[in-house]
């Protein structure tokens, strides 16, 4: 991977500060004054014309992740590059078309009093993509590049269905012209029999326009269709990275096999009983020394409840933050649990 | 076969209005579960499938009302049943566990107390015994320091622990039929895993049978043994899940089988179903399904098509399942 | 890939049922069509007054004074002698104008302060916030009649007292909304899309903000007449001899055992205009609020 990625966080973090109030900071309540480390040095890259998936549970912090990607949000620290050159911290209008974004809602995602013709227009003329003439003509050109006709253009968004709503969403994303999409869970909020057309939308589009995507999702059967690669989050870092067929099938990182085995299964054989993982994930106002996983961790060694593990290469292209992500198979085999 | 514990036969829910025609939501929907069966209702988000659930708990919101068909639970007619008596069987015959705990808890009651309220108003147990029995059903649903716990509001636990406490509740009476409505659609995958099999477990240690509405294929198949696909208000197809999640003889049910990945099988091309469900209001004639579906014949839109049992145990509601399934029968 | 036909069918099949059903909304909307039925005559009294009034509001004529109810004079004559009917459709005019003005200065001022403040949030807001708290906490009546007291009465400093009492509620209202709609994904997605934050405040939030204001002016106009009426009452109102009825009701109620219809025929046409008024609220709420439109 000698060539430069379209987008590169370094160490990025993101810290809220909460409990302001004079009464707060003199409260004993530790949670009245401590501050929430959403992100706690996170290192990613997203490469020319792939999708990267980026999975985790709720409070990984991949919202928090994609909302500074797309500049709607700023890091309390950390580096973020676009095409190797350092993205300022206020974007200018210009800097922020290139990254665009579809949300997860499509009902708060699209605002209810503006229809989808007006909605194209607007962006259109603002960023002058096409003079003023052709602006139909291009609003027309994006509905059917996400698979919908003419007439959505007069429609209101409550005149169209979950899917849709996600397409015109996307529409609206991709008329501005950019070369990253950021999307936050957008299957999720739909009915199974409309997720995939969506994931489909994003394929063509990444195979056609050559777009780089970061999938955010928490479904990993979704994004083991859809995505190149995957980053796993946990507890505001990456722990494991790596190509999707790859990370799926040789995870070299304890949680990742867990996610991986609570899967629900489709098939009738499949049905998996082997492995729970113990406990909730803790919370980001009290995270564990050592490896934020090894509360929750079956091969925890003392080691691991001092050392706090980087990010590191296990193989080319396949990197996992675990001390143990040598041994990980043969404990795995064995069932033994050091604790 | 023994007399089900809970059998539904023409049940139909939906809006009456003042001289017009009432909107019928779920249309005469017939299904029976066994003692200790598990139970999945597959459907999309508006097939009626959570309006069916509520109905048996005697849950409808305001305006939507059974307006024919019957509910017969170990025999005994739930339909026209004085509510004073109907409300006796939920707690200890009958129990529900809702998608989003934190709505369904009360705030300001410890969890502990609102378990142990069941217990003393159903069981008559003492307070001191119905409390000690709320920390063994905590203890059971694999809460860790469940004594603490139990002192906790719903807010100081997380989602994973909230839908325990549900579960512990719901059990702590000992029903029959546990009713769950989506119950870890709100949870993380690691969680999600971790509570179904808690639900498994207990339901298979007391006895006790469940009827479990989901969106998601994949939890029906790890926690069910049977399943009813419903679509717009209709059961399409019924039958054991392994049979019909591998030979399934309705399109729909196909469908819906197609669209969704399948982490076992990553290079599958997910098919979708084309349109989106039909509008209550405006319902087709004949097969809900026929405008969205490939196969569909002339007859398929002018009337609906009858429940036939393609296999042993195995209904579907399709005119030309046979000729559509054909080379997935033999 | 392009939509399959199925599916666009069905899409237009949607759109003509939300069509159709907003058209039934309004009919059904019961409230809405006795409030604009209500409202929509007294506007038109109001207009129409030159033309429908018998006789003149204010000149006086002290030989028929404190005349009976007569074909001549529907509702009798006040102690000048001047057409209580008159007066009364006259009255139409000003106290309409009065309230519909008294409701748009401060709905204005209101809605604007109170939309910076929840969008921008911060310092600006505590500030603008604190301020509202501050005029909140007057008790209206006593504000508004000092400060008549202070730019002396009339139809102006009415304006101006009312304005500055209750531009804090619209403040509120609209803050309050704002805040829930800056925090949408349409919201976030405008300003990925690179535009001005005051672009974003009138043309993406405005709309789906102002319909509470909107409603609440409905009643606020009420609120207002009422206002007119006891500041009449009290004889802090609109100098008479110009017909308006507060000062009717203050006027006729000296008569009230022996001319009933002076003051309680002008107190209920204000409580008919009341009732026209919130019901056309309570209407247009149900019509433009949005989990109506989903």
């Known amino acids: 991977m000698t060539e430069t990625p379209v987008l590169r966080v370094a160490n990025i973090t993101k810290t809220y500060h909460l409990g302001s109030t004079l009464i707060d900071k003199l409260s004993r309540d530790p949670n009245k004054h401590s501050s929430l480390r959403a992100l706690d040095g996170v290192d990613l890259r997203l490469n020319k014309g792939e999708i990267l998936a980026l999975v985790g549970e709720s409070g990984s912090g991949k919202s928090t992740l994609a909302k500074i990607l797309v500049g709607s949000s700023t890091a309390t620290s950390g580096e973020l590059d676009y095409h190797g050159n350092p993205m300022p911290t206020h974007r200018s209008k210009d800097a922020s078309r290139r990254i665009q974004m579809v949300f997860q809602d499509p009902y708060s995602s699209l605002n209810p009093r503006i229809s989808v013709g007006s909605m194209l227009k607007e962006l259109l003329l603002l960023h002058k993509i096409v003079p003023r003439g052709e602006v139909k003509k291009e609003s027309i050109r994006l509905l059917n590049l996400v698979g919908l006709e003419e007439d959505a253009l007069d429609a209101y968004p409550s005149q169209f269905s979950g899917g849709q709503r996600q397409r015109i969403a996307i529409a609206r994303a991709l008329a501005v012209r950019p070369d990253i999409l950021i999307a936050d869970e957008p299957v999720s909020a739909l009915d199974v029999s409309v997720q995939a057309t969506i994931l489909e939308l994003f394929a063509q589009l990444q195979r056609d326009l050559g777009l780089s995507i970061l999938f955010v999702a928490h479904n990993l059967a979704v994004v083991q269709h859809l995505s190149q690669r995957v980053a796993v989050m946990y507890l505001g870092r990456i722990v494991e990275v790596a190509d999707t067929a790859e990370l799926f099938s040789n995870p070299r990182h304890p949680y990742t096999r867990a996610l991986i085995d609570s899967i629900p299964r489709m098939a009738a054989g499949s049905v998996n009983d082997e492995f729970v993982l113990e406990g909730d994930p803790p919370s980001p106002f009290n995270v564990p020394s050592g490896c934020r996983f090894n509360p929750r961790c079956p091969y925890a060694t003392d080691a691991c409840r001092e050392i706090d593990p980087a990010l590191a290469t296990v193989a080319p292209g396949h990197e996992s933050a675990c001390i143990r992500a040598d041994e990980l198979n043969e404990l795995a085999a064995a069932g033994t649990k050091n604790n | ?330 | ?294």
């Open chain 3, 1 to 294: 890939m392009t939509t399959p036909t199925a599916m666009l069918v069905a899409h237009k099949e949607r759109r003509r049922a939300t069509r159709t059903r907003s058209i039934k909304a309004w009919y059904r909307n019961g409230s809405l069509m006795a409030g604009m039925i209500i409202t929509g005559l007294l506007v038109l009294v109001a207009v129409l007054a030159p033309v429908i009034a018998p006789y003149s509001p204010i000149t006086q004529h002290l030989t028929d004074a404190l005349q009976p109810t007569s074909p001549a004079h529907w509702l009798g004559t006040d102690k000048y002698g001047r057409d209580v009917l008159s007066r009364l459709i006259w009255g139409a005019q000003v106290d309409l104008r009065v309230g519909f003005l008294a409701v748009l200065i401060p709905f204005v001022i209101g809605s604007i302060l109170g939309g910076i403040a929840g969008y921008f949030g911060g310092w600006l807001d505590t500030v603008l916030m604190r301020i509202v708290d501050i005029f909140f906490a007057f008790p209206f009546y006593v504000m508004v009649i000092v400060l008549v007291f202070i730019f002396g009465s009339g139809e102006f400093s009415i304006y101006i007292a009312i304005a500055a009492v209750s531009w804090v509620s619209y403040a509120k209202i609209v803050r309050g909304e704002v805040l829930i709609a800056k925090k949408q994904d349409y919201v976030v997605a405008a300003r990925l899309g690179g535009m001005s934050h005051a672009r974003i405040l009138v043309r993406h939030i405005g709309p789906n903000v102002l319909s509470q204001a909107i409603i609440y002016g409905m009643s606020d106009i009420v609120m207002d007449i009422m206002a007119i009426v006891t500041l009449g009452y009290l004889g802090l109102g609109i100098a008479p001899p110009t017909a308006e009825w507060g000062s009717m009701i203050n006027d006729g109620q000296e008569f009230i055992t022996t001319h009933w219809q002076q003051a309680t025929i002008p107190g209920l046409v204000v409580v008919v205009t009341s009732l026209g008024l919130s019901w056309l609220g309570d209407g247009l709420s149900d019509l433009l609020s949005p989990e109506r439109r989903k």
């Open chain 2, 1 to 330: 076969m023994a007399t089900p514990l809970l059998s539904v036969s023409s049940l139909t829910i939906g809006i009456r209005r003042k001289g017009q025609p009432d909107t019928v939501i779920v249309d005469s929907l017939s299904f029976d579960i066994q003692k200790g069966e598990r139970f999945g209702i597959v459907g999309e988000s508006g097939s009626g499938k959570s309006l069916t659930l509520r109905a048996i708990a005697d849950l409808l919101p305001k305006g939507v009302e059974v307006l024919s068909g019957s509910i017969r639970y170990d025999g005994a007619e739930l339909i026209g049943m004085p509510a004073a008596q109907r409300r006796k069987l939920m707690g200890p015959e009958i129990a529900m566990i809702f998608q989003e705990p934190m709505t369904a808890l009360n705030p300001v009651v410890r969890v502990g107390e609102q378990i142990a309220e069941g217990p003393r108003r159903y069981l008559g147990l003492s307070k001191q015994a119905a409390a000690e029995l709320a920390i063994e059903m905590m203890a059971k649903t694999g809460i860790p320091d469940p004594a603490r716990r139990a002192r906790a509001y719903p807010h100081e636990l997380s989602g994973g622990l909230r839908q325990r406490i549900m579960i512990a509740m719901a059990l702590s009476c000992g029903p029959k039929l546990l009713l769950c409505d989506e119950p870890t659609t709100a949870l993380d995958v690691t969680v999600q895993h971790q509570v179904l099999r808690v639900l498994e477990e207990l339901c298979a240690d007391s006895g006790a049978s469940l009827a479990f509405v989901t969106h998601d294929l994949a939890v029906v198949n790890q926690t069910c043994t049977d399943l009813a696909v419903m679509y717009a208000g209709h059961i399409v197809e019924s039958g054991r899940v392994a049979e019909v999640f591998s030979d399934p003889r309705h399109p729909y049910t196909k469908g819906l089988l197609d669209s969704a990945p399948d982490f076992d099988q990553p290079d599958r091309e997910l098919v979708s179903i084309p349109g989106f469900p039909p509008n209550l209001a405006a319902r087709p004639s004949g097969c809900p399904f026929a405008p969205r579906c490939q196969f569909a014949v002339e007859a398929c839109t002018t009337a609906m098509p009858p429940t036939d049992e393609v296999a042993p145990g195995h209904f579907a509601a399709c005119f030309e399942s046979a000729r559509i399934f054909e080379g997935a029968a033999a």
